[in-house]
């Protein structure tokens, strides 16, 4: 069964950082593109990331660029995303998300539950 | 303000057909695949159509997708309760480089 479980939310200050994680299983994750997407309360969905299944290819929102990375290692089915500089319109439940097909691809079969950033001081 | 353009909101009686719009432009709905997704609330995003007009797996056939242009659109017929939910359209933006998503439609079941 494909899995993705995201983890590493919390609540962190302004200014600060956090590093979530995602633990793929059931499918090869290094054949596969992954993204980032985000929700913040109330509101519509919102794409942060995304990275190719090599990390060749890596895109970010222009509201994230500068301040988030994203990476994975596939020696260890996992994704992250390191977020430096957080500011209040950053809290969301960030999503886990396989892509289907390319890397440029807005097609997401499989998410995770999400995992809360709250950024407050 | 969203990339894709749906309406806030749409209705419908249980067994009624309604449809939801999703308008973009040339650089994402207009050259790329559109996917749509449905979203119970406190739950996560569910893939109900790819690649225009795909279904995945285990997606009744009441759910249908068309691309037109710029524009792209999901019927939803024979209307049940249990579709309640909000939907969101989605396409690569080669302008942009990254995934656009529409504002997002809450569809009640009157």
């Known amino acids: 069964e494909v899995q993705v479980v995201e983890s590493g939310g919390g609540l962190v200050k302004p200014g600060g950082s956090l590093r979530l994680s995602c633990a793929a299983s059931?499918?090869?994750?290094?054949?596969?593109?992954m993204n980032w997407v985000r929700q913040a309360p109330g509101k519509g969905l919102e794409w942060v990331s995304s990275?190719?299944?090599?990390?060749?290819?890596?895109y970010y929102a222009d509201s994230v660029k500068g301040r988030f990375t994203i990476s994975r290692d596939n020696a260890k089915n996992s994704l992250y995303l390191q977020m430096n500089s957080l500011r209040a319109e950053d809290s969301a439940v960030y999503y886990c998300a396989r892509v289907e097909g390319n890397t440029a691809s807005a097609g997401s079969g499989y998410w995770g539950q999400g995992t809360l950033v709250t950024v407050s001081s | 303000q969203s990339v894709l353009t749906q309406p806030p909101s749409a209705s419908g009686t249980p067994g009624q057909r309604v449809t939801i719009s999703c308008s973009g432009s040339?650089?994402?709905?207009?050259?790329?695949?559109v996917y749509w997704y449905q979203q119970v609330p406190g739950t996560a995003p569910k893939l109900l159509i790819y690649?225009?007009?795909q279904r995945p797996s285990g997606v009744p056939d009441r759910f249908s997708g068309s691309k037109s242009g710029t524009s792209a659109s999901l019927a939803i017929s024979g209307l049940r309760s249990e579709d309640e939910a909000d939907y969101y359209c989605a396409a690569w933006d080669d302008s942009l480089s990254g995934v656009v998503f529409g504002g997002g439609t809450k569809l009640t079941v009157l």
């Open positions: 690649k225009n007009n």
């Open positions: 059931g499918f090869t994750f290094s054949s596969y593109s």
């Open positions: 040339s650089s994402n709905i207009g050259s790329n695949y």
């Open positions: 990275i190719s299944s090599s990390s060749s290819y890596i």
